[in-house]
């Protein structure tokens, strides 16, 4: 099968979250393009995160109307574990920590057979040296430390779709350039990346963009296009108070 | 084949090198049952074996000042399905020596078997005294593990004392571990264990920091499912100026297993501090879902998270 640039991997069609009864995300609607490198742009609040948890199927989220296609398929009722089987995995905004676990091992658990040279080639990708392979994957490590292990088991795995959620926020030493050349490296081998941030800077990495506000994606199209409003009226916040009562549930 | 072979065959199956038990440089006691198959002294270490009717009687002293490079290998089991094993041990670390033990204890077809284990510690003043266990057990779960010891750290002494139980079923486990520790002293105990089916694992530890400037952790990791029980009591007391203690209790519950925690923390003395932390449930949900995201089944995906607290 051959893939064309315009090809859809991931289409949400008018998707509806809600959570204790507040709807958070409010018909979501949008097109991701199978290679390409796609930004949804966001304040704090705005649906950004739990659009990216919808997406993975992590718990606590639950799908009130709405299509998620990936490929083609429907996955809203598919669990989380399925959904990474197919292809799709996310880089958590706030990793976890895994008393006992290696590096190492950790950065292997996406591969059928973990692969020591795709290993070194995935902590040399976030610029962490090969010491790092023995070390834990737990307190040890400092947070931005554990973010970059983060991004280098998403990128160890050759995902389809690789969502990154804020992958800038809290990483030291490690510049958007250097996020930039990541995404680039996954891009080139296939991936498709969606870029969720609140940071104007990470456009630049994007070919397409989204701005969403409120639970809802209000503008998608050129990434400075995007970059532009959201300068211009989401930071300051147009509607302070929307966001931040939908933020009040995220942060749940 | 011998006890010897079949006992270093039962540790390598389980994951161990018997190599370790052939080297001429490496200090090492291994017992069978009541039977002292195999012992290798070098200079600084004092050895000293016998046998008892149910068990033997083991003394190791370190001469003072001896830095021993190399850690001390002590290999006890038991082959047949039933029987007693009691080891009264002592262990006298001169000061400023350091030295670091290495115990494995396999009983691989164990049916109706007690391994006891009665120890004297004494780690004399500006001591290093490592000292960890590893248990590999059969799959019948009929084993009953009475490791107790009490443990006099001196002046500026350290202790480590790491224990590990997951290779095969627990069966029985009572864990006692008592310690003293004088002034600027150093007390570290890391008790880790798996239970299933019926098992039952009980963990008691209690560290005294009875000099100023004595330091003290007391840390569980415990993962039991089916009707396996965990009981956690540990407790330390603060009974000197600057004396700092924590006791760190985890433990993984699931299917109809029960755990129970018990932190007891007593301070004596206005200018000590002891905090503790205790956590029983299920596994994290964050770790879980990240497992689950890189497109791991479940089950694999919680043996990775309690393997990983067991240390395996």
Same mark, same amino acid.
């Given at each position: 099968?051959?893939?064309?640039?315009?090809?859809?991997?991931?289409?949400?069609?008018?998707?509806?979250?809600?959570?204790?009864?507040?709807?958070?995300?409010?018909?979501? @609607?949008?097109?991701?393009?199978?290679?390409?490198?796609?930004?949804?742009?966001?304040?704090?609040?705005?649906?950004?995160?739990?659009?990216?948890?919808?997406?993975?199927?992590?718990?606590?989220?639950?799908?009130?109307?709405?299509?998620?296609?990936?490929?083609?398929?429907?996955?809203? @009722?598919?669990?989380?574990?399925?959904?990474?089987?197919? %292809?799709?995995?996310?880089?958590?905004?706030?990793?976890?920590?895994?008393? %006992?676990?290696?590096?190492?091992?950790?950065?292997?658990? %996406?591969?059928?057979?973990?692969?020591?040279?795709?290993?070194?080639?995935?902590?040399?990708?976030?610029?962490?040296?090969?010491?790092?392979?023995?070390?834990?994957?737990?307190?040890?490590?400092?947070?931005?430390?554990?973010?970059?292990?983060?991004?280098?088991?998403?990128?160890?795995?050759?995902?389809?779709?690789?969502?990154?959620?804020?992958?800038?926020?809290?990483?030291?030493?490690?510049?958007?350039?250097?996020?930039?050349?990541?995404?680039?490296?996954?891009?080139?081998?296939?991936?498709?990346?969606?870029?969720?941030?609140?940071?104007?800077?990470?456009?630049?990495?994007?070919?397409?963009?989204?701005?969403?506000?409120?639970?809802?994606?209000?503008?998608? %199209?050129?990434?400075?296009?995007?970059?532009?409003?959201?300068?211009?009226?989401?930071?300051?916040?147009?509607?302070?108070?929307?966001?931040?009562?939908?933020?009040?549930?995220?942060?749940? | 084949?011998?006890?010897?072979?079949?006992?270093?065959?039962?540790?390598?199956?389980?994951?161990?090198?018997?190599?370790?038990?052939?080297?001429?440089?490496?200090?090492?006691?291994?017992?069978?049952?009541?039977?002292?198959?195999?012992?290798?002294?070098?200079?600084?270490?004092?050895?000293?074996?016998?046998?008892?009717?149910?068990?033997?009687?083991?003394?190791?002293?370190?001469?003072?000042?001896?830095?021993?490079?190399?850690?001390?290998?002590?290999?006890?089991?038991?082959?047949?399905?039933?029987?007693?094993? *009691?080891?009264?041990?002592?262990?006298?670390?001169?000061?400023?020596?350091?030295?670091?033990? =290495?115990?494995?204890?396999?009983?691989?077809?164990?049916?109706?078997?007690?391994?006891?284990?009665?120890?004297?510690?004494? =780690?004399?003043?500006?001591?290093?005294?490592?000292?960890?266990?590893?248990?590999?057990?059969?799959?019948?779960?009929?084993? $009953?593990?009475?490791?107790?010891?009490?443990?006099?750290?001196?002046?500026?002494?350290?202790?480590?004392?790491?224990?590990?139980?997951?290779?095969?079923?627990?069966?029985?486990?009572?864990?006692?571990?008592?310690?003293? =520790?004088?002034?600027?002293?150093?007390?570290?105990?890391?008790?880790?264990?798996?239970?299933?089916?019926?098992?039952?694992?009980?963990?008691?530890?209690?560290?005294?920091?009875?000099?100023?400037?004595?330091?003290?952790?007391?840390?569980? *990791?415990?993962?039991?499912?089916?009707?396996?029980?965990?009981?956690? $009591?540990?407790?330390?007391?603060?009974?000197?100026?600057?004396?700092?203690?924590?006791?760190?209790?985890?433990?993984?519950?699931?299917?109809?297993?029960?755990?129970?925690?018990?932190?007891?923390?007593?301070?004596?003395?206005?200018?000590?501090? =002891?905090?503790?932390?205790?956590?029983?449930?299920?596994?994290?949900?964050?770790?879980?879902?990240?497992?689950?995201? *890189?497109?791991?089944?479940?089950?694999?995906?919680?043996?990775?998270?309690?393997?990983?607290?067991?240390?395996?």
């Amino acid at each position: 099968m051959t893939h064309t640039e315009n090809e859809r991997i991931l289409e949400i069609r008018d998707l509806w979250v809600s959570r204790e009864g507040h709807e958070i995300l409010r018909g979501v @609607s949008l097109a991701v393009a199978r290679g390409s490198v796609h930004v949804v742009l966001g304040l704090n609040g705005s649906g950004k995160s739990t659009l990216a948890h919808v997406l993975m199927g992590a718990g606590g989220y639950a799908a009130t109307a709405g299509q998620i296609l990936f490929e083609g398929r429907d996955i809203a @009722s598919l669990p989380i574990n399925e959904r990474g089987k197919a %292809g799709i995995t996310l880089a958590w905004q706030e990793p976890a920590r895994f008393e %006992g676990l290696t590096v190492e091992r950790y950065l292997g658990l %996406g591969q059928p057979e973990p692969d020591p040279a795709r290993l070194a080639e995935a902590l040399e990708a976030v610029s962490l040296d090969a010491s790092y392979r023995t070390r834990f994957v737990d307190e040890g490590l400092s947070g931005g430390e554990r973010k970059r292990v983060e991004l280098a088991a998403v990128y160890a795995m050759r995902p389809k779709l690789a969502i990154l959620d804020e992958p800038d926020s809290g990483i030291d030493r490690f510049t958007v350039s250097d996020i930039a050349r990541l995404i680039h490296r996954m891009a080139e081998e296939g991936t498709t990346v969606l870029l969720i941030s609140h940071s104007d800077e990470v456009v630049e990495i994007a070919n397409r963009a989204s701005l969403i506000c409120g639970g809802r994606i209000i503008q998608t %199209g050129d990434p400075q296009t995007i970059c532009s409003r959201y300068i211009q009226f989401c930071n300051p916040c147009e509607n302070p108070d929307l966001v931040e009562r939908e933020g009040a549930y995220e942060r749940l | 084949m011998s006890d010897f072979d079949l006992l270093m065959a039962a540790y390598e199956a389980s994951g161990g090198d018997p190599e370790l038990f052939s080297s001429s440089t490496v200090a090492r006691l291994v017992v069978s049952g009541n039977e002292i198959i195999g012992a290798n002294q070098i200079p600084g270490i004092e050895m000293f074996a016998e046998q008892l009717p149910d068990g033997v009687r083991v003394r190791l002293a370190v001469a003072p000042d001896t830095q021993v490079a190399l850690p001390v290998h002590l290999c006890f089991g038991m082959l047949p399905e039933r029987g007693m094993q *009691r080891i009264v041990a002592t262990f006298e670390i001169g000061a400023r020596a350091s030295v670091e033990f =290495v115990a494995h204890c396999t009983f691989p077809n164990a049916i109706e078997v007690e391994h006891l284990m009665e120890g004297e510690i004494h =780690v004399g003043a500006g001591a290093t005294m490592r000292y960890s266990e590893t248990h590999y057990h059969g799959e019948h779960g009929g084993v $009953f593990v009475h490791p107790k010891a009490r443990v006099i750290v001196d002046e500026g002494g350290r202790y480590y004392s790491g224990f590990s139980l997951s290779h095969g079923r627990a069966g029985k486990l009572d864990f006692d571990y008592e310690i003293d =520790v004088a002034r600027n002293g150093l007390a570290e105990l890391d008790a880790k264990a798996l239970g299933w089916a019926d098992d039952e694992i009980i963990v008691r530890e209690t560290i005294r920091l009875n000099g100023e400037g004595a330091r003290g952790l007391a840390k569980s *990791r415990i993962a039991v499912r089916d009707r396996a029980r965990s009981q956690v $009591f540990g407790t330390t007391e603060g009974n000197a100026p600057m004396a700092r203690g924590h006791i760190d209790c985890v433990e993984i519950v699931r299917d109809q297993a029960i755990a129970h925690a018990v932190p007891v923390v007593r301070v004596s003395d206005p200018q000590a501090q =002891v905090t503790h932390e205790a956590a029983i449930g299920t596994v994290d949900k964050k770790e879980l879902e990240t497992l689950l995201a *890189r497109g791991l089944d479940e089950e694999r995906a919680v043996d990775i998270i309690v393997r990983g607290m067991l240390g395996d």
